[in-house]
Structures are given as structure tokens and as C-alpha cells.
């Protein structure tokens, strides 16, 4: 029945699409809390005011640019997007593999609207109109309106707490994921798993030659004490000519309900 099949793809979007949840190829997902911790109190700032500005710098600058942005973990996961940032457009095509599966799922984003090919949803060239506004707070399959950045680094720059400059070029500090729930497709349930680990996330960042972010890793925490892969994003092709276009008309379904309550909404 669709409906059964439909349900099975949801679970697998829900947990692999955009699921940075401490998982890989070779592994099985961790078991997340059902609460969200108690938070502690978040330690004084030590950052140096000088790297700071030169990552929140280089972070806003992906709003006035045309880029690509590939983010991967290890070899379970990866999200290849083209963005036309000022116009709000873009592309995006992600893999997630386990064992014995694997699911592509491409995305189109034409300001408000999204348009995705999902296997089991949508058929040969066919594009879905998906209504975000109906699925849970933090789904994301590729892109999202609003968020023109799938890995929204700018705001996970604004968790940091410590940041410092390494060399040229060169920044590390940590993350508070508990300020940036959603951010690099990484869920508010599994953030909770982490527990206190999740407001001390190490990470690296790199700019290029002209102040631009070139690569951001996050080093995240353990699951069920098991290590993971870390989350890596890159940003290359700056001022690309973006080749995304709205599909056409008869190409375009408007989401039934059973695909909306498969991927967790309503």
C-alpha cells in the first residue's frame, strides 16, 4: 500500500535525510533522551574579539554570494547544494547511505517554495510542492525556505564561545549546539542526547584567500559512547551563476496529506 511505503520512506527521511545523529555507514543510530537536560550555566567568554569578527564576517558574507556548499559525514551522509543566495534560489541533492539502503533525495528552492524528488513520493520527473509550515519544527530534507545556508553556519558561529585564531586563516574554538538546535541538520532530539557534551562541541573553521569561509568542522560528541564522524562543510564556487530553475507546471504535485504525516507532520 502507498501508505505503508510512504511511512517506511518517512522514517528514513526523518532519521537520515539531514540526519546528523551521530550515526554512520557502518553504525546504527544512537538512542537519544526524551527530555532535553537541565542546562548549566555557559562558562564566560574567552573568545578573542578579532577572530570573531573575522568568522561572523565571513559568515554573512554567504548572503550576498552565489555558492556551493558540500557537507559530509563520513561516508553515510552527504548534501551537495548550489545556492543563489541573493535570490534566494538554489539546488540540492543528498545521500544518505546505511546498511544494505541508501536514499537520494533532490530538493529545489525558489524563494518560499521548495519542490523535492523523494523515492516512493514522487515519480520520474515529477517535482513535490512541500508546505513546510505543516511538518515539525527542524525537518529539513535539502533545503528550506528561509535558511539559504543548509548548514545556517552563521548561526553557529553565534554559539561559540571561545573562538581563536590558529594561524592564517586558521580559527578553532567550541559550539553551544543547546543556542543552534536545527543548525547543520543536526536535531534538537539528538542534541539532547548529548547531554552537556552538546554545549562544548569543538570545531575548526578556514577561510580562503579573500576573508570567505572555506571549510567548518564539528567534531560532535559520542553517541551511546560510541565515537562518530565529524561533520564537515565546504564552500568553494563563490559568485557561481546558479542553473537552478522552477520546474515546470505539469511537472509539479502538491503534497498529499499521507506525505506530510510520512515525514512526521500533518
Same mark, same amino acid.
Given at each position: ?11 528514513? &527521511? ?5 540526519? &546528523?545523529?551521530?550515526?554512520? %555507514? ?60 541573493? #535570490? ?15 536514499? =537520494? &533525495? ?5 524563494? !518560499? ?15 513535490? #510542492? ?20 543548509? %548548514? ?28 543552534? %538546535? ?7 532530539? =539528538? ?17 580562503? !584567500? ?6 567548518? =568542522? ?49
Amino acid at each position: 500500500m502507498r501508505t505503508a511505503r510512504l511511512t517506511g520512506l518517512g522514517l528514513a &527521511v526523518a532519521t537520515a535525510a539531514f540526519a &546528523v545523529t551521530g550515526c554512520t %555507514a557502518d553504525s546504527t543510530p544512537a538512542t537519544s533522551a526524551s527530555k532535553a537536560p537541565e542546562a548549566s550555566a555557559v562558562p564566560a567568554s574567552s573568545a578573542d574579539p578579532a577572530a570573531v569578527k573575522a568568522l561572523s564576517d565571513a559568515a554573512a558574507t554567504l548572503g550576498d554570494s552565489s555558492f556551493t556548499m558540500t557537507m559530509t559525514q563520513g561516508s553515510g551522509f552527504q548534501l551537495t547544494a548550489n545556492i543563489d543566495a541573493p #535570490h534566494g534560489n538554489g539546488d540540492a541533492e543528498m545521500t544518505a547511505k546505511g546498511t544494505n539502503t541508501a536514499l =537520494t &533525495v533532490r530538493t529545489l528552492l525558489f524563494g !518560499q517554495d521548495l519542490y523535492a524528488q523523494i523515492p516512493g513520493v514522487t515519480q520520474g520527473a515529477t517535482w513535490t #510542492h512541500l508546505d513546510m509550515t505543516r511538518l515539525p519544527d527542524g525537518s529539513n530534507v535539502g533545503l528550506k525556505p528561509g535558511q539559504i545556508d543548509p %548548514a545556517n553556519t552563521a548561526e553557529l558561529i553565534g554559539s561559540s564561545t571561545d573562538v581563536q585564531r590558529n594561524g592564517e586563516g586558521s580559527y578553532a574554538g567550541t559550539l553551544d549546539l543547546t543556542r543552534a %538546535a536545527g543548525m547543520a541538520g543536526i536535531s534538537k532530539v =539528538t542534541i539532547d542526547g548529548y547531554g552537556a557534551d552538546a554545549q562544548r562541541v569543538p570545531f575548526e573553521a578556514t577561510l580562503d !584567500q579573500q576573508n570567505r569561509l572555506e571549510t567548518l =568542522t564539528l567534531r560532535l560528541p559520542a553517541a551511546d559512547q560510541r565515537e562518530v564522524q565529524p561533520l564537515v562543510v565546504k564552500y568553494s564556487d563563490y559568485g557561481r551563476t546558479s542553473t537552478a530553475q522552477k520546474p515546470p507546471a505539469g511537472q509539479i504535485t502538491e503534497a498529499p496529506a499521507d506525505v506530510y504525516q510520512a515525514l512526521g507532520g500533518k
